[in-house]
Each structure stands twice: as structure tokens, then as C-alpha cells.
């Protein structure tokens, strides 16, 4: 059983920076590819980024492009490095993961969650 736990969110101004982690705390996700997830008020859950088990393919939706960095380690933790953050960045923030080779961008192909952490840019 795959467990993830994110940490890392907080209140930050616009122009900042946060780094968020996902551990998987149950079962090995070092061959799932990961992601992130974010969901707005009101709003349906989008793709953020995610990243292949190797590391060696990213994908990123076009709103945060040049500005977030998704990265992992040691094949369990991943890390999403958030920088020039904007008050439409405001969202909780979900780590998914999926047995599967390459990233999806419909949450509906993520098998595996985390409870989400809270990520709040004022302006």
C-alpha cells in the first residue's frame, strides 16, 4: 500500500517561494511515477507536474512553467520547488502517484493520494 504525505505549505507573498515534499510512508513508490495535484475553491482539481520514477521525464501544465521544479529522491520523496508564486497559485496542493511508466494529466488515471497541504499566496 502506497501512503503519501505532503508537507511543506504555508502562507507566503506574492514573489516567494515554497518547497513542498511527498513522502511515501507505506509501501515502496520508487517505479510509480509521482505528481502533483492542485485544487482551488470552487474548482475542479488540476495537473500541476509530475515526474517519471527515474527522474528522467517531467512534464509541467503551462501556468506554472519556468517557475515550479518538480524533482524526487532516492525514489520515494518528491519535491515541488515553487518560486515567483502569484495569488492564482492559491490552492491545496495534492502529491498522487500511479503505477505507471509515464505521467497523466487526467486525475482519473492516479491511483494514490495524499491528504493534501494548503499553499496561500497573498497579493
Known amino acids: 500500500q502506497v501512503q503519501l504525505v505532503e508537507s511543506g505549505g504555508g502562507l507566503v507573498q506574492a514573489g516567494g517561494s515554497l518547497r513542498l515534499s511527498c513522502a511515501d510512508s507505506?509501501?515502496?513508490?520508487?517505479?510509480?511515477?509521482m505528481g502533483w495535484f492542485r485544487q482551488a475553491p470552487g474548482e475542479e482539481r488540476e495537473f500541476v507536474c509530475a515526474?517519471?520514477?527515474?527522474?528522467?521525464?517531467t512534464d509541467y501544465v503551462d501556468s506554472v512553467k519556468g517557475r515550479f521544479t518538480i524533482s524526487r529522491e532516492n525514489g520515494k520523496t518528491v519535491y515541488l520547488q515553487m518560486n515567483s508564486l502569484k495569488p492564482e497559485d492559491t490552492a491545496v496542493y495534492y502529491c498522487?502517484?500511479?503505477?505507471?511508466?509515464?505521467?497523466?494529466?487526467?486525475?482519473?488515471?492516479?491511483?494514490?493520494w495524499g491528504q493534501g497541504t494548503q499553499v496561500t499566496v497573498s497579493s
Open positions: 498522487a502517484a500511479r503505477a505507471a511508466r509515464w505521467p497523466a494529466k487526467s486525475l482519473y488515471d492516479w491511483r494514490y
Open positions: 507505506g509501501r515502496t513508490a520508487s517505479t510509480y511515477t
Open positions: 515526474i517519471t520514477w527515474d527522474g528522467g521525464v
